[in-house]
């Protein structure tokens, strides 16, 4: 089974700063998918973005980017102009196309926002 | 409005009982899955279902059973056999095409009476 890492338990940014959460997954294909999920107090899960793995573009989505690197087998999420509304868990999770329909999920990381 | 619909939002458990946690969904999606949360932990999966009729266990199935009678619903029976059933629990669907995300009912939080 694929596996997901999340190395960053817990993180945290001032308000209108940029942050960086990281995730990094173990596999040995060459066609998946990325995603990356929020999930705020209310624990509704809510996409935040995704990536194809066949695409080198970062995927872009408002003040949500991603910092794919597919040789290393990274995937980072990065915020921009943060908001008290950003403050949540976010979780890595990734996709096979050789899997059926099972996703993998990372720990997740804590995102406080300092006001 | 398309979406899952999970039910109770909170459920309480006695000893010795079965109780089960509803899941619907009505985005026409074939696969289901159930994941259970403790505090502070990611999504481990429970089961998941492909199709009709079918299903698998995933990580962490003992204790718990499901049923995929229909399309639309994937309920899922926490049993006796589960001695710690406390925890928040999500439910899931998604379509074949494997660029296409999760989609996540509201939760379902179990507690011991």
């Known amino acids: 089974a694929q596996t997901v890492t999340q190395s960053q338990p817990e993180m945290s940014v001032q308000e209108a700063e940029t942050v960086t959460l990281s995730c990094t997954y173990d596999?040995?294909?060459?066609?998946?998918?990325l995603f990356w999920y929020k999930q705020p107090p209310s624990r509704q899960m809510i996409l935040v973005i995704r990536q194809e793995a066949y695409k080198q573009q970062n995927a872009t989505e408002n003040r949500f980017s991603v910092n794919f690197q597919k040789a290393a087998k990274s995937f980072s999420l990065k915020i921009s102009d943060s908001q008290l509304g950003d403050a949540a868990m976010y979780f890595c999770a990734y996709r096979s196309p050789n899997t059926g329909n099972q996703f993998y999920f990372g720990t997740g990381t804590s995102l406080t926002v300092i006001p | 409005d398309g979406g899952i619909t999970q039910s109770p939002k909170y459920l309480f458990r006695k000893e010795g009982q079965n109780v089960t946690l509803s899941c619907e969904q009505n985005l026409n999606h074939d696969a289901m899955y159930w994941y259970r949360q403790d505090p502070g932990q990611g999504l481990r999966l429970i089961y998941y279902?492909?199709?009709?009729?079918?299903?698998q266990k995933g990580d962490i199935a003992e204790g718990y059973s499901v049923s995929r009678e229909k399309k639309e619903s994937f309920p899922l029976t926490v049993t006796s056999a589960q001695k710690n059933p406390t925890a928040f629990y999500l439910c899931?669907?998604?379509?074949?095409?494997?660029?296409?995300?999760?989609?996540f009912g509201d939760g379902t939080r179990l507690s011991i009476l």
């Open positions: 279902s492909q199709i009709v009729n079918d299903f």
């Open positions: 899931a669907s998604s379509s074949w095409g494997s660029n296409q995300p999760q989609h």
């Open positions: 596999t040995s294909e060459s066609d998946y998918y």
